[in-house]
């Protein structure tokens, strides 16, 4: 089958992303043809046959910036020019995708959060347009809904809200609707009377991850981290709902100068830094300076967190909130022991219920029983071998390529 691929931005280390890019493997490995519509291709080698930029669909557009700040953030007090604004760009968009269908022969759309999330209107409604006049099928891969974000997606206009509520996520009979996690199953039932497919994510088992080379093994050195240290890994971006300050607390009560807390991600999408500034003051105020270290300008994209893996004695997820949680699975793929929050909505019932051997705190609350059992791993390298190979073997059985290629297989079948 001829599948065509809608998506944002492909090639970074963006989640969505990173799952399309899975998705796309395990489709060529099915036997189908994979073309994409792209706003962006970051570290991309763009084969033109297949891969079409098309910049309107970046999320960093005139036609997205420009309905977003007018939705959500400045709204005019007349909502109309910005529903004229969106129909008008929605048109343009949809005329091209349009062509695009006709000129590659797809016989399959797959919009990859496009449909779910309302982070860039104009291009969820071309895409509705685009289904409604060729009546081509469609799997939308749902990661998250803008009910989900709070005010994020709340308009001061009810005319806004209507429409959104219209448009995302996308409701016509012939839509498949594939969702990472039970939560997003249940959303579906429950909001629409729909039978959603969960797809969780998923890592490729199969490929050598998170061993040290002579390529990385000088990556803890580059970072001012020596041979007798010991270095734990916190392979996130710096967002507030990420649990950063309890990783910190943590250093602090095991009171070992010779432990390090590694942070790899930027804080880019960290609003004016307020987040990152407040790190910065409980790492000042626990004389922690010297043992949080700062990594992102050594991890410049996803191909390099095998090589921050390879070095890490064990993994730290105090995540508040996450619609699956890759960086879980991530470290579970690098043999790593992980401390973790029971994070909403998803820990419990589609990854913690699996049987995975964890250090695990509610609420982000760190109890000396908590700091004990972690103590414990840390300072015993055959035990986090062993969890290591145990979590894996789990991994590889819930969370693999495997498990996408059934899912995909049922999914493409029309």
């Not at 806004?160 to 939560?183: E, G, M, R, S």
């Not at 490929?207 to 996130?236: H, S, W």
């Not at 500034?277 to 626990?286: G, K, V």
């Not at 909505?345 to 908590?370: A, C, H, R, S, W």
Request: glycine residues 6%; charged residues 25%.
């Amino acid at each position: 089958m001829r599948i065509g691929i809608i998506i944002g931005r492909i090639g970074g280390v963006d989640g969505v992303a990173l799952e399309t890019e899975k998705w796309i493997d395990v489709l060529k490995k099915l036997g189908h043809e994979v073309f994409i519509m792209s706003g962006e291709f970051e570290s991309w080698n763009m084969d033109y046959e297949h891969d079409y930029l098309f910049p309107a669909l970046s999320f960093f557009s005139v036609e997205a910036e420009w309905g977003q700040r007018k939705a959500f953030y400045e709204p005019d007090k007349d909502p109309a020019p910005l529903i004229e604004h969106v129909e008008d760009a929605s048109n343009m968009i949809f005329k091209a995708m349009l062509k695009w269908v006709k000129d590659k022969k797809i016989e399959a759309i797959l919009s990859e959060n496009a449909s779910a999330l309302p982070c860039h209107l104009s291009m969820g409604v071309a895409i509705k347009k685009l289904i409604l006049k060729t009546g081509l099928p469609i799997v939308t891969h749902d990661h998250d809904f803008h009910w989900e974000r709070g005010e994020r997606y709340v308009s001061a206009h009810p005319e806004i809200n209507q429409y959104v509520d219209d448009n995302f996520p996308l409701l016509l009979p012939n839509v498949k609707h594939a969702v990472i996690n039970t939560f997003g199953v249940e959303t579906f039932k429950n909001r629409f009377n729909i039978d959603a497919t969960l797809v969780p994510n998923v890592m490729d088992f199969n490929r050598v991850y998170g061993l040290p080379t002579e390529e990385n093994q000088f990556f803890l050195k580059d970072l001012g981290i020596t041979q007798d240290e010991i270095a734990l890994l916190q392979v996130t971006r710096i967002v507030r709902r990420k649990g950063i300050e309890t990783a910190i607390s943590l250093i602090d009560k095991l009171d070992d100068k010779k432990l390090k807390l590694v942070i790899t991600g930027n804080n880019n999408d960290d609003e004016n830094k307020e987040y990152y500034n407040e790190l910065i003051d409980q790492i000042h105020e626990l004389n922690l300076a010297s043992q949080v270290i700062f990594a992102a300008h050594k991890v410049l994209d996803h191909k390099d967190l095998s090589d921050v893996y390879a070095h890490g004695r064990a993994c730290t997820y105090f995540s508040t909130y996450e619609g699956f949680g890759n960086a879980f699975v991530e470290c579970v793929l690098a043999k790593k022991p992980i401390f973790v929050n029971n994070y909403k909505p998803v820990y419990m019932q589609d990854i913690g219920n699996k049987g995975f051997e964890t250090v695990m705190t509610e609420d982000g609350i760190l109890t000396n029983k908590n700091v004990q059992q972690m103590s414990d791993i840390i300072y015993n390298p055959k035990r986090c071998l062993e969890i290591g190979e145990y979590n894996f073997n789990l991994g590889k059985k819930y969370f693999s390529f495997d498990v996408l290629e059934e899912k995909l297989n049922n999914l493409f079948t029309f």
